[in-house]
Structure formats: C-alpha cells, structure tokens
C-alpha cells in the first residue's frame, strides 16, 4: 500500500501532461475572412469626420451628417469666440466706468439698511 500510492502519484503526474485532444494532434486551417476593428474606425473618423462610417459601409447619409455637423461645430466656435471675447470686453468695460467702491458703499447702506455692518464686516 505504501508503495501504491507513491506510483500512481507518479504515473498520474507523469502522464497527465499529454492530452490526446491537444492542438498538436489536429489540423488546423486558417479563415479568410477579416474582421475590421472598430477603433480603426474610430481613429479614422477622429482624423476626418465621417471617414469611419465610409469605412463600416455605412448609408451615404451618415458621413455626410457628420462632416457636416463636425464643419457646423468648428465654424461656429471660431465664429463666436471672438464676438464672445468682444462681449466680454465691453462688460468690463462697463463695470471699470459705473462701479466705484464709494458707491458701493453708499447703495450696501441703501439696500440693506439693518444689517450692511454685517456685509461690509464679510468682505
């Protein structure tokens, strides 16, 4: 008994390295067929608008829309960024003229007559 179990702790060991249904034993052929990868797509419509779903044989329609928003988008950003900045600028402009700290003062006493000790204590 003592015996026994040492030499099929062995031969199990041994042997149960080999599989008969292992890749070795079998013939295998490879596919033509290609499978195309989605981030491919992605990265091609990240460098032209639309240029990922031409690629996934998508309707006419659908490049076009997204070019077409895509030029919509960047047409408007330039566009407005600079009307936007002059916005800002005439704003500024408007507050350096009309507000003065005297002012300030006197319209904090006006408005909240009871408590503008607080405010003016919180700034």
Not at 71 to 77: M, R
Not at 88 to 98: K, L, P, T, V
């Amino acid at each position: 008994m003592r015996k026994t179990i040492p030499f099929i702790v062995c031969f199990s060991i041994g042997f149960g390295q080999v599989s008969p249904l292992g890749p070795s034993n079998f013939t295998v052929q490879k596919d033509s067929i290609e499978l195309s990868l989605p981030a491919k797509a992605m990265f091609k419509s990240l460098i032209l608008p639309g240029w990922g779903q031409i690629q996934n044989s998508d309707p006419w329609w659908k490049p076009v829309l997204f070019a077409g928003v895509e030029t919509i988008g960047w047409v408007s950003s330039s566009r407005y960024s600079g009307r936007a900045e002059s916005i800002r600028r005439d704003f500024e402009a408007y507050g350096d003229i009309h507000w003065g700290l005297e002012r300030w003062y006197i319209r904090t006493q006006t408005i909240f007559p009871d408590n503008w000790n607080d405010i003016i204590i919180g700034t």
